[in-house]
């Protein structure tokens, strides 16, 4: 049974870590075995961690700190979590590196984009457009608005869909794509959803909650079973 690696959101004020089960229950039903990944604070841990894993799932949480893309925190900017962003930044860059297969959600994908050079919106809405409500906390688990996805993609590949109806649970979003990204599904309004490192065996960050899905439609559990079957590669 593969074990992938799961990334917890920690409370840096009350040092609790808490974990949605669906992540959890969406890598059971791919077969895997999920282990939190606690936080640690040097690098020899996080080698460690990356080792005895076969994948890595970053998940969403908290913003990353403006300071990983160069830029100063805005007002619009939410919390953010300054030892998760040191230890998911480098995790991802290693899980790379090793070729370990990565599913990146949420956070989890503006992590990807940020560990590979990329940038970000800080706030959509102040900073894009209006257009599409993209922080649609109201309905976590529903599909609220559709992706376009990328003809030829590995997002196409693993869903046979050309667009996904997906939930919306982000104020933030890719600005400028990470070095050697592509992109696998856009917005009605041309906002980055999903990217991917063709150059990894496997390496699909998504903006949507694809776990928050995955126990009612098929689509949105495939992400997860294609993870798992590159895990045994
Ligand atoms: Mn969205």
């Not at 840096?12 to 949605?20: K, L, M, S």
């Not at 990470?178 to 009605?188: D, K, P, Q």
Request: with cysteine.
């Amino acid at each position: 049974m593969h074990l992938i690696g799961v990334t917890p959101t920690l409370d840096e004020q009350t040092g609790r870590i808490t974990i949605n089960q669906d992540y959890l229950d969406a890598l059971r039903r791919a077969g895997a075995l999920p282990v939190l990944l606690p936080l640690a604070e040097d690098t020899a841990a996080w080698e460690e961690m990356l080792r005895r894993v076969d994948g890595l799932l970053l998940s969403g949480g908290a913003d990353l700190c403006p300071a990983s893309y160069g830029e100063e925190p805005l007002p619009v900017c939410g919390e953010t979590a300054p030892l998760r962003d040191a230890e998911e930044l480098y995790l991802c860059r290693r899980a790379l590196e090793m070729k370990k297969p990565l599913l990146a959600i949420c956070r989890g994908h503006q992590v990807l984009n940020c560990a590979l050079g990329g940038t970000l919106y800080q706030d959509i809405a102040a900073q894009y457009s209006d257009s599409i409500s993209h922080p649609r906390h109201d309905t976590p688990r529903d599909p609220v608005h559709p992706v376009s996805v990328t003809p030829g993609s590995r997002l196409a590949a693993i869903t046979g869909r050309s667009a996904l109806q997906v939930n919306s649970r982000h104020h933030q979003a890719v600005k400028d794509l990470g070095r050697g990204l592509t992109v696998s599904a856009r917005a009605e309004d041309g906002l980055i959803e999903a990217i991917e490192y063709p150059a990894a065996p496997f390496a699909l960050g998504v903006q949507w909650h694809p776990e928050a899905l995955s126990d009612r439609y098929a689509e949105a559990q495939a992400l997860f079973n294609a993870f798992v079957e590159a895990c045994g590669a």
